[in-house]
């Protein structure tokens, strides 16, 4: 029988397997990779200690500080008491149990979803969790990655396992050439307005057609870093020669005759030609332009030339009735044109988008100008690779130089659990993940965009189409 | 996890909106805590409260609602617990005093939490939720009984059956501990270890 990528992960992972007539496939899935940071372990951590258990493979775990931390100081009391009592723990469950940490400070530290790839510590075929709904980023790899609850980062800690019930499955098919100007952030936007902000809950997408292929591996993470947004338990592409270029040499990945047996392997995970899927969507990369939400959840989201909606324009009456919330949250009336729309906050960083060619797409727009007054900009970069390597670009000069401001790696206004928080009425624009209502601090609105569109918005004071830069 | 659930009676909170993200039912700042407890005076904060330090609700927010205090059931719409997979958000609802929520769809990620966490999840069409949110916004009182065992829920003479899957079920009836239950499949995962390929070994 003809199998997806999904499927050859999914049997290759089951240590026991059950079949129930209501509920299709079950299993005791083996998990690969563990990563972890200190906000959703420590209960996890906590409820093994109470059990006297052990951590099963504490090679298998990995753990970064990254959501709780300063970005002005290295310092892990930078940001208060709380946070600094949070890092600790982390550090000392890592010690007791073994787990390699890469800490404050640490030349190998980043945000979970950037740090992971870049060390070679994700490969293709792979299980990977994380306490983190993010995790899917990984699924660019040809991984089975996804988010999970603490509660089961403490079943992963103990049995290395996880129970799991099958998903169904998604394609998502992007025909065509991406045009000049567009980016991943815009591929992945355009998807999620295209099917809803739980238009794949229960589904593992796998994204494929011409546009993906021809995308990075920064690229691909970007894609699949957004999955969630749609509901997706996970984001797969399936792994190709970008894949192995990326991989080979870094540190955790296989080496000599290990490397060999891994591209062999590596090279048969693919979905088979006649494959069925219980979804299917097709897009054409022509029809993407630079996306920027405007509402308060990811699926609400048009192109920057497109005039914010109106709740009428909507049938169903629950996108009518999230339509008229989001338009007062966000203060916006329909009609209206986004360039029309001051920012007074740009955001540059997060699991989605704080790699290197993150950087290097901003910087590129940074250059042509400068932050327009009443603006403050901040780049965060990914991790403490990216920010060496952005350093040894000179991309930093760049961005200092336009006046933003260049700060030290983490999760930082994404989500703001450090002091990167804005405040009531703030307008961002920003390259995370997600809109919601308070997301980067009560009563702020967050827009979300690609790098390119966030340094273009910095420049102008408002929202801007980006190709007029190109 | 030693307890389990069967049959809950109780009156039920009308929160009646679509796509509520874990960030609105337990926003970032309550994530610092290294407990699994004292969460519920946070959930919907900034719904809840008019002013940062929770010392002003916000009187139009139904939480706040008189005739609503004591309800033990949340009743929602769509795609409920979207977002962070955050187990703050099970946690803060369960500390706060629900048992069971019912919705008319839930995140896949917020639905694993809640079965890990005794708090039992009930998707209804969106139909029968309509019918119990007029019940409810009317007769703030309406008992609403949930039987697991049964897979059903029952308010005056309506009565609505839910699906739910095997595995959840049992571990909700019978409160198991599920690591617990897993460690007794050891012998099976070193076998699978075993049989990796040298590479893919730790």
Known sequence: ?470 | MTTGINIHTGSAMPLNQANVDTDQIIPKQFLTAVTRSGYGKHLFHDWRYLDQHEQVPNPDFVLNKAQYQGASILLTRENFGCGSSREHAPWSLDDYGFKVIIATSFADIFYGNCINNQLLPVQLTSEQMDQLFAIVEQDADAQITVNLQDQTVKVNDLSFGFDIAEQHKTNLLKGLDAIGQTLELDDKITAFENNLPQWQKA
């Open chain 1, 1 to 470: 029988m003809a199998t997806t990528l999904y499927d050859k992960i999914w049997q290759a992972h089951i240590v026991e397997a059950k079949k129930t007539a209501e509920t299709g496939e079950e299993g005791l899935m083996y998990i690969d990779r563990h990563l972890i940071h200190e906000v959703t372990s420590p209960q996890a951590f906590a409820g093994l200690d109470d059990k006297n258990r052990k951590v099963r493979c504490p090679k298998r775990t990995f753990a970064t500080m990254d959501h709780s931390i300063s970005t002005r100081s290295l310092a892990l009391d930078a940001c208060g008491p709380t946070n600094k009592l949070q890092l600790q723990t982390l550090a000392e469950n890592c010690e007791k149990h073994g787990i390699e940490l890469f800490p404050v400070g640490h030349q190998k530290q980043g945000i979970v979803h950037v740090m992971g790839p870049e060390l070679g510590l994700i490969q293709p075929g792979m299980t990977v969790v994380c306490g983190d709904s993010h995790t899917a980023t990984h699924g660019a790899f040809g991984a089975l990655a996804f988010g999970i609850g603490t509660s089961q980062v403490e079943h992963v800690f103990a049995t290395q396992t996880l129970k799991q019930s099958k998903a169904k499955s998604m394609k998502v098919q992007v025909n065509g050439s991406l045009p000049i100007g567009i980016t991943a952030k815009d591929i992945i936007l355009a998807i999620i307005g295209k099917i809803g902000h739980a238009g794949a809950t229960g589904h593992v997408i796998e994204y494929c057609g011409e546009a993906i292929s021809g995308l990075s591996m920064e690229e691909r993470m970007t894609v699949c870093n957004m999955s969630i947004e749609a509901g997706a338990k996970a984001g797969l592409i399936a792994p190709d020669q970008i894949t192995f270029d990326y991989l080979q040499g870094r540190e955790y990945a296989p080496k000599g005759e290990n490397w060999q047996q891994a591209i062999a392997y590596w090279k048969t995970l693919v979905s088979d030609a006649d494959a069925s899927f219980d979804t299917v969507v097709e897009l054409n990369a022509a029809d993407i332009t630079p996306q920027v939400t405007w509402g308060t959840n990811p699926g609400q989201v048009i192109g920057v030339n497109q005039a914010v909606p109106s709740p009428s324009d909507f049938a169903d009456p629950i996108d009518k009735d999230s339509a008229n919330k989001a338009l007062s949250y966000m203060d916006l009336t329909p009609g209206q044109k986004l360039s029309d729309l001051s920012v007074n906050n740009v955001f540059i960083g997060s699991c989605t988008n704080g790699r290197i060619e993150d950087m290097r797409a901003a910087a590129a727009i940074a250059k042509q100008g400068k932050v327009a007054q009443g603006v403050t900009a901040i780049v965060v970069p990914g991790s403490v690779s990216v920010k060496a390597q952005a350093e040894a670009e000179h991309l930093d000069k760049i961005f200092i130089e336009a006046g933003f401001e260049w700060r030290l790696p983490g999760c930082s206004m994404c989500l703001g659990m450090n002091d990167d928080i804005l405040t009531q009425g703030d307008r961002c624009a920003s390259t995370s993940n997600r809109n919601f209502e308070g997301r980067q601090g009560r009563g702020a609105r967050t827009h979300l965009v690609s790098p390119a569109m966030a340094a273009a918005a910095a420049l102008a004071g408002h929202f801007a189409d980006v190709r007029d830069y190109q």
